[in-house]
């Protein structure tokens, strides 16, 4: 693994939920209200334009780009014609909802913050909320702590989710029907405050920590067996991609309260040793 990352791109805002697809990453750059994609090269493209913050990317079979809307809490989709709502999710979640994977199916599976963190209200357990490809929505479970980045493993059995507000990654078997049961710790990870994660060809799972400005990569279980320190700006999600999988792209931005103005939020990438998971 490289010591230090390097610079892809700079001048963003709010860098999030990056994915590689089609040689590019992919990500919100979620303060702006906007979805970009980059080229290894660092050249930004700018795919569309919302009036409020983006988060979670995803596409559906047919290669419609998902995208969550935080504010209004809906779910939308890019077709030929435009953005449309593909979802409401207001009557699914109670606060601004966040990241976001889809599946092989064109499934949808949505976190929500649950409760107003940064106006000091009480703590208030959150939804992952699947929505069909038809646009139905449903609660897979209300009992979560901040729900933030998810990954599916590559047979499409589990889903793994980000706890941010409980420091673990918590795990999910996937039933046919796209609902969710067995609920279980996939892995406790004290003190990081776990945002963004992605998947890797040996089932481990890379953190992006706002918190401790780190990234580590954690087995099953809890080992941790890579972590990285990091200088401000803090990361706040991460992607494996390339040609190979094994460049680990970094979302990096100061926090929300200064992030617009500041326009500091950047791409990093550093290569490691095992590629990500899945198709590349």
């Known amino acids: 693994m490289d010591d230090q990352p390097t610079v892809?791109?700079?001048?963003l805002t709010f860098p999030e939920a990056p994915r590689w697809r089609m040689g590019r990453l992919w990500f919100s750059d979620m303060l702006a209200g906007r979805v970009m994609n980059v080229d290894l090269e660092g050249r930004t493209e700018i795919v569309l334009e919302t009036p409020g913050w983006t988060s979670g990317l995803g596409w559906l079979p047919d290669g419609r780009l998902l995208v969550v809307s935080m504010q209004d809490r809906r779910l939308l989709r890019l077709d030929r014609d435009g953005l449309v709502v593909a979802a409401n999710l207001e009557t699914t979640t109670s606060f601004v909802c966040n990241d976001m994977v889809v599946d092989e199916y064109g499934r949808a599976y949505v976190g929500e913050v649950g409760f107003d963190i940064h106006g000091g209200a009480p703590f208030k357990p959150a939804a992952l909320v699947l929505v069909q490809p038809d646009g139905e929505a449903q609660?897979?479970?209300?009992?979560?702590?901040?729900?933030?980045?998810?990954?599916?493993?590559p047979d499409g059995r589990t889903l793994i989710v980000a706890e941010s507000l409980a420091d673990r990654l918590t795990a999910f078997d996937i039933r046919a029907n796209g609902t969710l049961s067995r609920k279980r710790v996939w892995a406790a990870v004290d003190g990081?405050?776990?945002?963004?994660i992605c998947l890797d060809a040996e089932g481990a799972i890379w953190v992006a920590s706002p918190m401790k400005n780190a990234l580590v990569r954690v087995a099953e279980g809890g080992r941790v067996t890579h972590r990285l320190a990091l200088e401000p700006p803090m990361p706040i999600a991460v992607m494996l991609g390339d040609h190979d999988r094994r460049t680990l792209f970094i979302c990096r931005a100061p926090h929300p309260s200064v992030a617009t103005k500041s326009r500091q939020g950047r791409i990093d990438t550093l290569r490691v040793g095992v590629p990500g998971a899945g198709r590349p």
């Open 192 to 196: 990081l405050g776990p945002d963004g």
């Open 139 to 153: 609660v897979c479970d209300a009992d979560l702590a901040c729900p933030n980045g998810a990954v599916i493993t």
């Open 8 to 11: 892809l791109a700079e001048g």
